[in-house]
């Protein structure tokens, strides 16, 4: 029996202390303000690799987004696959109960090979940025039978044949300033981050040179892609950036300094962060203000009193907790001038999880009983509920704990930054000491945003345009039933019916024929009936349409790289080799076919008689088949073989012994030597 690798997913909610210092009335509290509540969704599926035709079970966490805890309210998410054409091919409403949803997808047995995309969502996420739906990409390996790869899959869909990189096509090299500029006089530090035409991380050197050619500095990526280097720039000047990559020079410019900007410098000591600011403006710091922020609010405010060009903040880190932290310099007008992030661990380990089997042997298709135990110092942490979801997987199809996400790496990073972190696992679970180094060279990379202050909710007037989902809605108009395309006015009676209960609602349709009914306890697959009554009219008749309920739209953004993972699965696989038996094992059971050994069948040449004896048949009335026998109807039946299993089954077939006789002893009769041909 092939060894699995078991992967556990165990949230423990720990309630979190907050601290703040100082009120602020600021733009940037707007965008901040822990009022504005927000969610985060976390899919756990049982695994990221898939055959056309399986299904695809997954367990939906719905958790506040400031303290990582479920409500005890009602809610729904939904979730949907994105096939590599920007096209939903499937889409499921999820019902959650005490933050806690579950569901699957059968894939179809025709589906093309490629990366695709698992979204999810609440309808209330709607109203912030797409980019902070749960993403997760998997690969659907197509079935042998389906002959067509992704790429031809994709012509006629608005597949450009612009998107098909060529070989010579640049590196994207991109730099990110410290704090959010370059300032002309002053040394600055400055992140880089490449990514190769795969649009995977690529290693790198390079030098800096100035608009005359002499080299400043040189460079070298450390982990990734990334790496650091300091430059000091000087007014009037271009600076440069050349690369040398699979033997070709390339060449980027960096970004222009400015000659009145502030450098902005966060150091990491041992109880604190220190933020050092320094301006080249003869205005001074005066009225401007230093914000820090976390997912549960504001932490820090402090404000500069003083008229000096240069400032020092000392944060501690016992306002902070576990996770990603914001640190914003606003001018005396509130408009944010600098920004930085940073990543702050408390320390505390964490629990040890156990998985004990209760027996060391194992039978094929047998049943193994897993005891999972929690192991932790924490005081009180024995009485804290859990919830969980497990997966096994072939180790074929396994990749080390660094490379991947689970809920803790995406609740504290991956959920809080824009964009595809590449090996997430790798910040909480490398035994690399330069781990947390890394760590905050991400931070200064993928989440820079440069004053992301203005990250406004979507709303319609001082409500969101998107509302809280207690259930289900379903959405409406009532129309006249003669002319169904005029709007018309009723009391709509809504009833539906579970396998627990049965309700019946009303309401009133508005001027405009519309009505909504909001927060409805049902499955998706629930029954639904509705009638339209206007009291006024007992007996006039009305019509109805329904609105049908769409998934979030998908904001494709024209793809400068081609993804070599979306059509290969090399990623997804520890061993392809080994996964290539699995394959073929899972497409033999979708068929439903029985693999024998190789049988030779011989026939004879077709002749001129032949061929008029075939043409007279194919016009007779027996030209197709009149019976037919499932095997799974008798494969578990006592048979001694299979002609026995034929006896009684199909009209006008006796068998008798080894012996079959079609139609009566005077037709098929294999003691006349008109043995029936069986294959």
């Known amino acids: 029996m092939k060894i699995t690798s078991i992967v556990l997913i165990l949230w423990i909610v720990i309630t979190n202390c907050t601290y703040a210092q100082g009120q602020g009335n600021s733009k940037y509290f707007l965008a901040n303000d822990s009022t504005k509540y927000r969610e985060k969704v976390f899919l756990h599926l049982d695994k990221s690799y898939y055959n056309a035709g399986e299904d695809i079970w997954f367990k939906v966490y719905l958790l506040n987004a400031a303290s990582h805890q479920w409500d005890a309210i009602r809610n729904v998410v939904y979730v949907d696959i994105v096939g590599p054409d920007d096209n939903i091919i499937d889409f499921k409403i999820i019902r959650i109960e005490d933050g806690i949803g579950n569901g699957d997808f059968a894939l179809p047995s025709d589906l093309y090979g490629g990366g695709y995309t698992v979204r999810a969502y609440t309808n ?9 739906f749960f993403r997760q990409q998997i690969y659907i390996s197509p079935l042998k039978f389906i002959t067509k790869e992704v790429g031809a899959a994709l012509v006629g869909k608005g597949q450009d044949k612009s998107d098909v990189v060529l070989e010579e096509q640049m590196p994207d090299l991109q730099f990110f300033p410290e704090g959010g500029h370059l300032v ?18 690529m290693d790198v050197e390079g030098v800096i040179l100035d608009e005359t050619g002499m080299q400043i500095t040189e460079f070298a990526s450390v982990h990734l892609g990334m790496g650091l280097f300091d430059i000091k720039p000087l007014e009037g000047k271009k600076y440069t950036a050349n690369i040398v990559h699979n033997g070709k020079k390339y060449s980027y410019n960096l970004p222009q300094g400015v000659s009145d900007g502030i450098v902005m410098r966060v150091q990491e000591l041992r109880d604190y962060y220190q933020i050092n600011i320094q301006t080249s403006s003869t205005k001074g710091l005066k009225g401007f203000g230093l914000l ?7 932490i820090y405010n402090a404000t500069i009193n003083q008229d000096k060009s240069l400032a020092v903040f000392k944060v501690d880190k016992k306002l902070l907790v576990t996770g990603i932290a914001q640190f914003t310099l606003v001018d005396e007008k509130s408009t944010a001038v600098c920004e930085r992030l940073v990543f702050y661990n408390d320390g505390m380990a964490s629990p040890e999880i156990k998985i004990i089997p209760s027996s060391q042997i194992n039978s094929k298709n ?6 999972v135990e929690l192991d932790s110092q924490v005081e009180g942490i024995s009485k804290l509920g859990a919830n969980m979801s497990i997966s096994v997987t072939d180790l074929a199809a396994s990749s080390p704990r660094e490379h991947q996400a689970d809920i803790r790496t995406y609740l504290l990073l991956n959920s809080e930054v824009k964009g595809r972190i590449e090996n997430p696992g790798y910040y909480f679970y490398s035994e690399n000491p330069k781990r947390r180094q890394f760590l905050d060279l991400l931070m200064m990379t993928q989440g820079w945003r440069q004053f992301i202050v203005n990250d406004m909710p979507n709303t319609t007037g001082d409500a969101f345009e998107f509302v ?5 809605s379903v959405e409406g108009e009532v129309r006249k039933f003669h002319n169904p395309d005029k709007p018309d006015v009723a009391t709509v009676k809504l009833t539906f019916q579970d396998s627990n209960l049965m309700g019946r609602l009303s309401v009133k349709s508005n001027e405009d024929g519309r009505f909504k009914f909001l927060g409805l306890d049902i499955m998706e697959d629930n029954k639904l009936a509705f009638e339209m009554v206007d009291y006024e009219r007992p007996m006039k008749e009305f019509a109805i349409h329904l609105d049908s309920i769409k998934p979030a739209p998908i904001n494709s953004i024209p793809k400068k790289y081609s993804l070599p993972e979306i059509t290969s699965f090399e990623q997804f696989l520890e061993n392809p080799n ?7 094992n899972f497409e033999n059971e979708m068929m439903k076919l029985i693999q024998l050994d190789e049988v030779l069948i011989l026939t004879e040449g077709r002749s001129k008689k032949k061929e008029r004896d075939t043409k007279r048949s194919t016009s007779s009335i027996y030209s197709s088949v009149s019976n037919t026998v499932d095997f799974s109807e008798i494969r578990n039946q006592p048979y001694p073989n299979i002609l026995a299993a034929l006896r009684a089954r199909v009209p006008g077939v006796d068998v008798y012994g080894g012996f079959v006789t079609i139609r009566g002893v005077n037709s098929i009769n294999s003691e006349r030597g008109t043995t029936p041909f069986f294959f």
């Open 124 to 132: 209330y996420m709607r109203n912030f940025d797409e980019a902070y």
């Open 184 to 201: 002309n006089d002053y040394f600055n530090r400055v992140g880089f981050k490449i990514l190769g035409v795969d649009g995977r991380s």
């Open 292 to 298: 820090g922020s976390q997912r549960t609010g504001t």
């Open 366 to 371: 047998g049943t193994i009983q897993l005891n």
């Open 468 to 472: 809280k989902e207690m259930g289900i």
């Open 578 to 584: 080994e996964r290539e038996g699995y394959d073929t």
